[in-house]
């Protein structure tokens, strides 16, 4: 099951929502990894925007809830219009709260991205066959091994891209990992540690989506490989 809610609207057009949070990631004293709140609603971002976009939506809109304090929203909001710039959306509209009344220890940040699709589009399980490759596309990172290694998480404009081939299943990995996103993707497929195997650790927590799995025809590998380079990871089963 994808992490979001369909919503039928018309009938020309669901609304798809998708969300992301953070705890105890910024500038706080008390933060468990210590960040610029830019990078913060960046990453926050990019989870809730993935998921919506490879469920076949449109974004139209995203809201912010900080419990930073006032005086990080405009990094923040920042972060989010970098999100925006990568992937040509920078006309979406913006709103959001800060709690400015009390004060929390840690930082705190909720995100929801909100999509337009044609309600034809499924979302649900599809079927595995011998005729389907899977491969990982990016890094499963998170905290600090993101900040140390963040040139191997896969950039947005290349999920974008891969977002717009024909005949490709995406799913951003979150942070349960690869094992577990994967499991959710087929109707008659169960993948076990002893039955599928990779060069990535396939139970790494890929909390910000710093990777993605994608799902395909033999016929469309070379393409896929060839746009995607050295962020792509097949997984042998």
């Not at 076949?56 to 809201?63: N, Q």
Request: aromatic fraction near 8%; charged fraction near 20%.
């Amino acid at each position: 099951m994808r992490d979001i809610i369909t919503i039928p609207f018309t009938s020309e057009e669901s609304i798809v929502i998708a969300s992301d949070n953070s705890g105890g990631i910024g500038l706080k004293a008390e933060d468990f990894v210590q960040v610029p709140y830019e990078m913060v609603a960046y990453y926050a971002f990019r989870v809730a925007v993935m998921e919506c976009m490879a469920a076949g939506a449109k974004p139209f809109a995203v809201t912010l809830q900080n419990f930073c304090g006032e005086e990080a929203w405009q990094a923040l909001t920042n972060g989010i219009a970098k999100g925006c710039s990568e992937l040509d959306m920078s006309e979406v509209p913006l709103t959001g709260s800060t709690e400015s009344n009390f004060s929390l220890d840690q930082s705190a940040v909720g995100l929801t991205v909100m999509g337009r699709m044609k309600p034809t589009h499924y979302t649900g399980a599809i079927k595995f066959s011998n005729q389907l490759n899977i491969a990982v596309i990016g890094t499963p990172l998170v905290g600090q091994e993101l900040v140390e290694r963040e040139e191997e998480a896969v950039p947005l404009s290349l999920f974008k891209q891969i977002c717009q081939m024909n005949d490709v299943v995406l799913l951003p990995v979150g942070s349960k990992g690869i094992l577990i996103e994967l499991n959710t993707l087929f109707s008659n497929r169960t993948f076990r540690d002893d039955s599928v195997s990779s060069e990535l650790d396939l139970h790494q927590s890929s909390g910000p989506a710093t990777c993605f799995i994608a799902v395909f025809g033999h016929e469309k590998q070379e393409e896929l490989q060839a746009a995607t380079g050295r962020f792509f990871h097949k997984l042998i089963y």
